[in-house]
């Protein structure tokens, strides 16, 4: 082993740290809807307030996301790997689920809070920052 | 010809064994879809010990058989762009000076995630997906490291061997 490995080896762990630690702090805000997107197209929105159980149908499988306690998790998956059902509880605006098998992703969207149903939260002037990005992102990619 | 032929397909088949035994026993990493990739030692240990192009064909090969045993026509493709990308990348790298066998299996660890992140991105078509890259990057730099400490055990050895055999 050579001292450049070393040195390669520990730029990309901290490139990585970094931009994990950027990542925590964009979009961290309480989301209040749970989007979830097949292929890319939205497949349905539910409101994270209310507890439910969402079945998805898909030609890809099928798959159950429960929303309990504000939180989104995937509960139920046909899928090879089973992964998606071990990413845990998602709730803030930079959190998704996925499920590639089924080309399936759980996203949480963060509503403008200056209409106040949610005052807990504080900072409105972040969670709107985060807003407008957040709608940036799914519109350049829905086709 | 058929001694090349012969030790390209015992290669195959221990990258081939290598992958059946990790997903029978996975390596946990405490994160979902994370796991060693032990099959790449065989990737690494040929790229010092015989030619990149049997390297190529000795990658391809065991990723499309594994896929048809164990997988599925995603988990080929996913796994072809991260061995495909992360095989030019140690290419690249072992020609650059003053890296040793862990530097390029560290440079191939990386490359290899970041490639099937790119195809899943490419697949679910959203781009949140790309909240995954620093976990990626870390747990590639780590795996590579692994896996290039183990196959700069296993060079000496086998480079004794195979030229005692071409």
Redesign the interface.
């Given at each position: 082993?050579?001292?450049?490995?070393i040195i390669?080896?520990i730029t990309?762990?901290i490139?990585?740290?970094i931009?994990?630690f950027v990542?925590k702090l964009y979009n961290n805000s309480q989301g209040d809807e749970v989007i979830i997107?097949v292929?890319?197209k939205i497949y349905g929105k539910y409101s994270l307030d209310k507890n439910q159980e969402i079945e998805i149908d898909t030609e890809y499988g099928h798959n159950t996301v429960c929303i309990e306690n504000r939180k989104a998790y995937m509960k139920e998956a046909d899928c090879?790997?089973g992964?998606c059902k071990?990413?845990g509880h998602i709730s803030k605006g930079?959190?998704?689920i996925?499920c590639?098998?089924h080309?399936?992703?759980v996203?949480i969207k963060v509503n403008d809070k200056s209409s106040g149903d949610n005052a807990k939260l504080g900072n409105n002037n972040v969670s709107k920052d985060n807003d407008s990005e957040d709608e940036l992102?799914?519109d350049?990619?829905?086709? | 010809m058929s001694k090349k032929v012969a030790y390209c397909a015992i290669l195959i088949a221990l990258a081939m064994i290598f992958s059946y035994v990790e997903a029978v026993i996975p390596v946990n990493f405490g994160i979902p879809g994370i796991k060693l990739g032990v099959a790449n030692i065989v990737v690494v240990v040929g790229l010092y010990i015989i030619k990149a192009r049997e390297v190529f064909v000795i990658s391809v090969i065991r990723i499309i058989l594994v896929g048809i045993l164990f997988g599925n026509v995603m988990s080929i493709l996913y796994s072809l762009a991260g061995g495909i990308l992360s095989l030019i990348v140690m290419l690249l790298m072992k020609k650059m000076k003053g890296f040793s066998i862990v530097g390029v299996s560290i440079a191939g660890g990386v490359s290899h995630n970041v490639g099937q992140l790119a195809v899943a991105i490419a697949v679910v078509e959203n781009l949140k997906l790309i909240a995954y890259i620093p976990v990626l990057l870390i747990a590639g730099a780590i795996t590579g490291f692994i896996i290039g400490i183990l196959s700069s055990k296993i060079v000496p050895v086998m480079k004794k061997e195979v030229e005692k055999v071409v």
């Open positions: 082993m050579k001292k450049k490995d390669l080896g990309i762990i490139i990585g740290l931009l994990m990542m997107k292929d890319g090879p790997d992964y071990h990413q930079n959190q998704t996925v590639l098998p080309k399936l992703v996203e992102i799914p350049a990619i829905v086709k | -």
